[in-house]
């Protein structure tokens, strides 16, 4: 069964690097999502991404925040200095299409953890 | 902008009871969504609730929607530990993003 795919599992970085977590949606689904979580905490949207560009942003994702589509199967979540509150699970999302029945799938996370 | 909210936050319950997560939503949702989360997992979806006075059923658990109190619930039957989990809640909102709004959540521990 198709699934999508994160890596690495868990990211390790010290405060002010640069960080790229990847995701591999799945390879029909044309929405594409990021969510994180903090510990303990509820899951929050981050940004959504159709037909190349972002479709919406939440407050979270500032300027320290940018996506791509590098090719045609990677979506990656740039931060680009990190911060000690940055530290969470981030989650990648695909959906298939343009109905709002379309169920979003979830990856397994990348735990970042910024030191 | 909706807002969803879950309780209780916590639930402690032996095997062989029964108990209910309660979903309130602050503005129409297109539809409801209950997951269930184990420690450092992903997200496993359990039920996708389309439309008002919806109700499915999979083995123990049982989810309903009522659109009109802007409440859903997530039944639980005769539970056992294979239960324990975090159960969160989710609206969708925002025309064709249909991104998703997560409740608080609801960590379950189901005791022997």
């Known amino acids: 069964e198709p699934e999508v795919t994160q890596t690495p599992s868990h990211q390790v970085t010290q405060m002010g690097q640069e960080v790229i977590l990847r995701c591999v949606p799945i390879?029909?689904?044309?929405?594409f999502y990021w969510y994180r979580q903090i510990l303990g905490q509820k899951v929050e949207f981050l940004v959504s991404?159709?037909?190349?560009?972002?479709?919406?942003k939440s407050e979270i994702f500032d300027d320290q925040f940018s996506v791509e589509r590098p090719d045609g199967s990677n979506f990656t979540l740039k931060i680009r200095s990190t911060k000690l509150e940055d530290s969470a699970m981030y989650f990648c999302?695909?959906?298939?299409?343009?109905?709002?029945?379309?169920?979003?799938?979830f990856g397994p996370g990348t735990r970042l953890t910024v030191l | 902008e909706l807002k969803v909210e879950q309780n209780p936050l916590f639930l402690s319950m032996q095997e062989g009871k029964n108990y209910t997560i309660y979903c309130n939503y602050s503005t129409t949702s297109d539809r409801l969504y209950w997951y269930r989360q184990d420690p450092g997992k992903s997200l496993e979806s359990l039920f996708v609730l389309l439309s008002n006075g919806a109700v499915k059923q999979e083995g123990r658990l049982m989810a309903s929607l009522d659109t009109k109190a802007r409440l859903s619930t997530l039944h639980i039957t005769a539970a056992v530990h294979d239960l324990s989990a975090t159960y969160f809640c989710?609206?969708?909102?925002?025309?064709?993003?249909?991104?998703?709004?997560f409740g608080t959540g609801t960590l379950l521990a189901v005791q022997p």
């Open positions: 991404f159709y037909n190349n560009e972002i479709s919406e």
């Open positions: 390879s029909n689904h044309l929405y």
């Open positions: 989710a609206g969708t909102y925002g025309g064709a993003t249909n991104k998703l709004i």
């Open positions: 999302a695909s959906r298939i299409g343009t109905s709002s029945y379309n169920e979003q799938f």
